[in-house]
């Protein structure tokens, strides 16, 4: 990856444009950067998509036709979501998520990994102003996904707070958020990552168990299992180890993306009609869950962790970093 010139973009009708102050360094990026993904890479290929990243925050440079809700200097943030009609069936459900003419930052519009970066009037995320920019970037993206996924216990698997709940993958950029945040929403959370030095970066998180994923499934299973697990992890393995976790009629949230080339889901209809097991996926944040985020944000039960920040000529670096796992939590770069 190098540092280039390129066109200027320009704001369209309810579109921003946003002068990028900070970008957080997401894990798909760096897949993203490694092709990992054969299908998205064809589509930024398709689009003429040439820079990454999704976790922008900076402030409003100019406005496009129609829009009202921001002003030129405002404070916000562009994150994956790019654009979302609102009017389809998906949207009007509360899924948006999966709009089927959605736009995405860094895969059908041009990332936040440069100077500028335009965003739709609709996913812009207004940024709260106790929040430094270094704070709220990685909160576009890992902040939110993570949001989202604890969210799923109560919205869609209906396990309450006092339950047990594995997060796997628990010191990443995104599993370190979501520790923080079941366990503020009330959860018993057993962290769960690989190597002694992320197993105490998850310990001092506070979670109840901080375990080894080699420990784990004889530790959850001395409690009698877990209620659900949230897998951040991407590596089929995780999701391996998910499923061993859960007691019956348990849930999976589902989060981490492996390489394709690692395989399918380790289970089999059969398997999950007699455990009674429950799949659901979980991908990024929009609007509300955004506030949701920031209020929690702000009670300072939840912390971002910074291990690495430098600029866009330290880009290379740091995702071949990441690609190596050279450090827990989350990397940001200021533009």
Known sequence: MAVQEIDAPHPGPGELLVRIRSS???????????????????????KGVRVLGHEGVGAVESVGPGVSRFSVGDRVGVPWMNYWCGGCEVCLTGYAQWCPHAEVTSVTVNGTFAELAKVSERAAVPIPAALSEEEAAPLMCAGVTAYGAVRRLATELRIPPGKIVAIVGAAGGLGHYAVQIAQALGYRVAGIDVGEDRVRFVRGLGVEWALDASEAKSAIRALGGADAAIVFTPKLSGYELAFKLTRLVGGVVA???????????????????????????????????????????GTGRVKGHLARRGTLSDLSAILQEMADAKYVARAVVTI
């Open 24 to 46: 957080g360094v997401c894990h798909s990026d760096v897949h993203q950067w490694k092709g990992d993904w054969p299908g998205e890479r064809a589509l930024m290929e398709s």
């Open 255 to 297: 989060v981490g993306i492996p390489d394709p080339k690692e395989g399918a889901l380790p289970i089999t209809p059969a398997g999950l009609i007699n455990h009674g097991t429950r799949i659901v996926p979980a991908n990024v944040g929009v609007s509300y869950e955004f506030d949701d985020l920031f209020r929690l944000y």
